[in-house]
């Protein structure tokens, strides 16, 4: 379907303009001014992707609202969009999650006010052009672009170690980077073009393909995270300010996953099988090494952040079994993952503004106080464990499903992990909320307010609504997932 409105550049660009309008207009003197100025941005740019879900067929696998113009002629780049239904989920989460740190950051964020909404709102606009672009040039700006709000909003908005933290995450990623740019001029050499539909019909032989795919494994990898190359995560989440944290975790980890999905796997789909061993063990190592880290960790954003890369372990696991089952599973999980994630770092975000403190050992029967906070702390914790009825349970037992179709033992791993995630998230929730109150700063704590309320409600009802009734996420998806593998299950050797 090719669209009469360029509905998919309204979703890029009219964030990004919203941030230069927030930035030129917005002022710390005119504090309520720039937030409502940034609100308005935020809300009119998720309103720009729901035509696009709305007019989506999901009984076409081909890619829908395709919009095309020349860009750069001399190296046959275009200016190239697109979705299926692999990425249409993205483009609306991104735009919801950006309303959602708008908000959260309404009373706490009180110097540099417009720099901080406008950051947001752009990389709203960038990420979404990483979901959409059809072109590979196109895609690695829209994917190094990314480095650069998040680099600033960490190293300026973050806690006392965040120069540190943003300079770790600029150069993990960055780094990682490069190789995908090198594979990416090769395979401009093999087609003449960038255009990545016809990158996924070139036929290679397995040596360029075991290249291939590990230049993109360098970046998708780093990005996801993936163990071992995870270390930058933590250190980024503690530092970064809770709309920082929410987005990296609800959308910018999804980039690297979705990458798998749209060049590893189509692309070198023979080496994608030959290193699915690996792929599958490094994901195994993530779930359950990583669960094990999460439950020694006396700082709550630093458990979440190790949960988050456990939870991504799930999705890595889920695309490599090259089953129906895994990858719908994985990439219902990565939906999923967008709003138990945000969910749970706003809470530790409404503790911090309180006690200015993350340290579990701080807090202690914080229900006696808060009943209101602990009962959407709980729930969020609870679909963090996987709970049924919850958008954790979903994903997991789609790919724990998809891991038994593929080998039984794996299965049998995959499914024991979920007793390390319960182990930590009510862990937490145990030390945090429950008990009596020790520490006499938290008899203080008041409960959340209308504001704080409003975005956790929101959030609780997409985690529950996903829980219970999953099919209208899975149905958009099903046509381009198995479109995806039998492109990969027919070798091209």
Not at 31 to 36: D, L, N
Request: aromatic content about 14%; overall charge neutral.
């Amino acid at each position: 379907m090719i669209s009469t409105i360029p509905w998919l550049s309204l979703s890029i660009f009219v964030p990004i303009i919203a941030g230069i309008l927030v930035l030129i207009f917005g002022r710390d003197e005119r504090a309520e001014y720039t937030r409502k100025l940034a609100l308005i941005g935020a809300i009119v740019s998720f309103l720009v992707t729901l035509p696009v879900i709305a007019g989506f067929d999901s009984t076409v696998a081909s890619m829908q609202f395709v919009e095309q113009a020349s860009w750069i002629d001399a190296f046959n780049v275009k200016y190239h969009l697109g979705v299926d239904g692999i990425s249409i989920w993205f483009v609306v989460l991104t735009a919801f999650i950006t309303v959602i740190v708008v908000v959260a950051g309404w009373e706490v964020i009180t110097n540099r006010i417009a720099q901080y909404m406008a950051a947001f709102l752009m990389l709203s606009g960038i990420m979404v052009g990483v979901f959409v672009a059809l072109d590979g040039l196109l895609f690695y700006v829209f994917f190094e672009a990314t480095l650069i709000p998040m680099y600033i909003i960490i190293g300026v908005w973050g806690g006392p170690n965040r120069v540190y933290a943003a300079f770790k995450f600029f150069l993990y990623t960055l780094l990682g980077s490069l190789l995908t740019l090198v594979a990416f001029i090769y395979l401009y050499t093999k087609t003449g073009t960038f255009d990545i539909a016809t990158w996924h019909e070139l036929p290679l032989a397995m040596t360029p393909q075991l290249f291939i795919f590990f230049a993109l494994f360098a970046a998708f990898a780093v990005k996801v995270p993936m163990w071992p190359v995870h270390t930058w995560l933590p250190d980024a989440h503690v530092e970064a300010p809770t709309g920082g944290s929410i987005v990296l975790a609800a959308i910018m980890l999804k980039l690297g996953a979705y990458g798998f999905l749209r060049f590893s796997m189509p692309i070198a789909p023979d080496a994608s099988q030959s290193m699915a061993g690996l792929m599958i063990a490094l994901s195994l190592i993530a779930v359950i090494y990583i669960s094990l880290v999460a439950l020694v960790q006396d700082d709550m954003k630093k458990l979440v952040a190790y949960s988050s890369v456990a939870h991504m372990g799930f999705v890595t696991l889920g695309f490599f079994m090259f089953n129906t089952a895994g990858l719908e599973g994985a990439i219902i999980q990565m939906i999923s993952h967008g709003f138990v994630s945000a969910a749970m770092f706003m809470c530790i975000g409404v503790l911090y503004d309180r006690l200015h403190s993350r340290r579990i050992a701080d807090y202690g029967g914080v229900i006696n106080v808060m009943p209101k906070f602990v009962t959407f702390f709980v729930l969020f914790s609870m679909a963090n464990s996987g709970l049924p009825a919850t958008s954790g349970f979903v994903g997991e037992f789609y790919v724990i499903m998809g891991a038994v179709e593929h080998n039984f033992w794996i299965g049998f791993l995959t499914a024991t992990s979920l007793i390390f995630a319960a182990s930590y998230s009510l862990w937490m929730v145990k030390r945090v909320a429950f008990g009596d109150i020790k520490n006499p700063q938290v008899s203080h704590m008041s409960d959340i307010n209308s504001r704080e309320y409003a975005i956790l409600a929101v959030l609780a009802v997409f985690v529950l609504f996903m829980g219970v009734y999953p099919q209208p996420f899975t149905e958009v998806m099903h046509v381009s997932v198995q479109q995806l593998l039998e492109h990969v299950a027919q070798s091209k050797l």
